[in-house]
């Protein structure tokens, strides 16, 4: 029998016992879902590790106080460390009300095809890689090129700060981004002051220490206008040579100092003033450079403790 041959043979009091039914339903749903439930696409965007549905404790997310920017200075055969830090970021929540957070991973022309192949894999995964135009290295221009480089890269969408951070450190995005919300997005210089002990800066004027500082935007727009050059400051690590630009250039009126909430991983060694035991409000620990830190720091800040238990796996010790 087709439909038409069907519908036809209905009265219209089996049509409205057909009908009505769908009708409440439809009502329903309209009148009894919350306003604020949002229904999620089946896709969703793995173009970042930022992009996690995970990352938000507010609905809000189209207007943000401000944007930030976070450059993790690595090498391309790091791929290991790439893949725990784009899973440590994923999970972890912030106040996206407050803050958009981006995370790019910074590092110099590719010399091998190993490195080329498997660098165009994770760009096509997670589009999450700037490559310079530089020779690799540490403290000899690769973190000014990134400064610099980042107008001309995002102009069209300015951030409100840059963070330079290493890849063996360990930032807790929900403090960062809380710490950041009333500081002057102008001028602004942020991080853990080194050296620590005030009282002997000399012969060292103070900059802030490399595991992780922010600038504003206004800085880094000048960094890339600026005719003063890297070598102008007698090269060096790049944390002092930063610090020594902005110094000499009288920039970075405004400077804060994260002690004793960013510091240097302790393990056995003596405590002092950059490096000591975990605090619960951290910002950063640095020095995570083997794997065994990264573990002990993960535990104390509980990071897995979300895991759910499933009849799919069964971690001794974890579910």
């Keep these: 029998m087709s439909y038409f041959t069907f519908s036809k043979n209905l009265s219209p009091s089996n049509w409205t016992l057909i009908l009505l039914p769908l009708l409440f339903l439809a009502l329903t749903f309209l009148l009894i879902l919350p ?10 965007n793995c173009s970042s590790p930022t992009s996690s549905s995970r990352k938000s404790l507010s609905t809000d997310t189209t207007n943000p106080d401000y944007r930030l920017l976070i450059g993790i200075i690595t090498l391309p055969e790091r791929y290991e ?30 010399t091998t095809r190993e490195k080329k192949v498997f660098i165009a894999l994770e760009i096509m995964k997670y589009n999450d890689i700037i490559i310079l135009n530089c020779t690799e290295n540490m403290n000899d221009g690769k973190t000014y090129k990134f400064l ?17 951070a290493d890849d063996d450190s360990y930032i807790r995005l929900d403090n960062l981004v809380e710490s950041l919300k009333d500081k002057s997005r102008v001028d ?15 012969p060292f004027p103070p900059f802030m220490s490399g595991m992780g500082y922010v600038l504003s935007w206004d800085l880094i727009q000048w960094m890339a206008q600026s005719d003063f050059r890297h070598d102008e400051t007698g090269g060096g690590p790049e944390d002092m040579w930063t ?6 250039n009288e920039k970075g009126k405004y400077r804060y100092d ?11 060694s003596p405590s002092n003033c950059f490096r000591h035991e975990y605090v619960p409000d951290t910002i950063m620990v640095h020095q995570l450079k ?14 897995t403790s979300a895991l759910e238990h499933s009849k799919f796996y069964h971690i001794e010790g974890m579910t």
């Design 243 to 248: 610090g020594k630009m902005l110094n000499l």
């Design 258 to 268: 994260n002690a004793p909430r960013m510091y240097d991983y302790k393990g056995p």
């Design 148 to 164: 610099s480089g980042v107008p001309a890269l995002f102009g069209d969408q300015p951030y409100d700060y840059v963070m330079k």
């Design 81 to 110: 460390r790439r893949h725990l830090l784009r899973t440590v970021y994923s999970l972890q929540t912030y106040n996206t009300a407050t803050a958009h957070v981006d995370i790019r991973f910074i590092f110099c022309n590719l």
């Design 290 to 303: 083997e794997n065994d830190r990264w573990i002990e720091t993960l535990d104390y800040f509980n990071v």
């Design 188 to 202: 602004m210089y942020y991080g853990l002051v080194m050296p620590c002990d005030k009282e002997n800066f000399f």
């Design 35 to 44: 306003s604020n439930i949002h229904l999620n696409p089946l896709s969703s």
